[in-house]
Antibody, heavy 128, light 108 residues
Framework: QLHLQESGPGLVKSSETLSLTCTVS????????????WGWVRQPPGKGLEWIGS???????YYNPSLKSRVTISVDTSKKQFSLNLTSVTAADTAVYYC??????????????????WGQGTLVTVSS | SYELTQPPSVSVSPGEMAKIACSGD??????AFWYQQKPGQAPILVMY???ERPSGIPERFSGSSSGTTVTLTISGVQAEDEADYYC???????????FGGGTKLTVL
């Protein structure tokens, strides 16, 4: 059964770069189906879910417009890992960060986007 | 920016029916999905493509769609169903994912 696990520093200083890695096991990150993307979602303490961005292993990447200027998602297929970099962080970036498989099919008739499974999440605190 | 609107809270007694609505202008062209999140846990998918229930999700969970509103219904609510529920879809292009603000279901 596909499993995702986030890893990275739990504490980042304000104005620096937040870097997290998601490791995929019991499955392939390079699934040839164009429906399988990989994404990041975050949740500030006590608040709701916010999509950060998603990518397809061979190129297509989509970012939340509100974060686009600060976000980069990259992949290392040999390690079955993908990573999140968020620059110039502030206290507002303190959150639990989740990685997840993003199943996506968009046609002229309908759009389908969902996340399953999710990693367990990792709390990142931005300190001043 | 595109938004999905959910009520912040719903309360029901055990055995009753809970309905959580989610509205958004581009529903139903952009299909809706529902996640359950319990404290300290990652979200899990409980409904996909508006009305489809993933394997392993109890039959008391169902979904419906009418116009620009989708609804998650839990029939015969149990104490274990107490959680936050999030609807999720995308903007009109299908390229940018959006979550609703979440609904806290309280089982009295």
């Amino acid at each position: 059964q596909l499993h995702l696990q986030e890893s990275g520093p739990g504490l980042v200083k304000s104005s620096e770069t937040l870097s997290l890695t998601c490791t995929v096991s019991a499955g392939s990150i390079t699934i040839s189906s164009s429906s399988y993307f990989w994404g990041w979602v975050r949740q500030p303490p006590g608040k709701g879910l916010e999509w950060i961005g998603s990518f397809y292993y061979s190129g297509n990447t989509y970012y939340n417009p509100s974060l686009k200027s600060r976000v980069t998602i990259s992949v290392d297929t040999s390690k079955k890992q993908f990573s999140l970099n968020l620059t110039s962080v502030t206290a507002a970036d303190t959150a639990v960060y989740y990685c997840a498989r993003h199943v996506r099919t968009v046609t002229r008739i309908e759009g389908v986007n969902w996340f399953d499974p999710w990693g367990q999440g990792t709390l990142v605190t931005v300190s001043s | 920016s595109y938004e999905l609107t959910q009520p912040p809270s719903v309360s029901v007694s055990p055995g009753e029916m809970a309905k959580i609505a989610c509205s958004g202008d581009v529903l139903p062209k952009q299909r809706a999905f529902w996640y359950q999140q319990k404290p300290g846990q990652a979200p899990i998918l409980v409904m996909y493509k508006d009305t489809e229930r993933p394997s392993g999700i109890p039959e008391r969970f169902s979904g419906s769609s009418s116009g620009t509103t989708v609804t998650l219904t839990i029939s015969g609510v149990q104490a274990e169903d107490e959680a936050d529920y999030y609807c999720q879809s995308a903007d009109s292009s299908g390229n940018y994912v959006v979550f609703g603000g979440g609904t806290k279901l309280t089982v009295l």
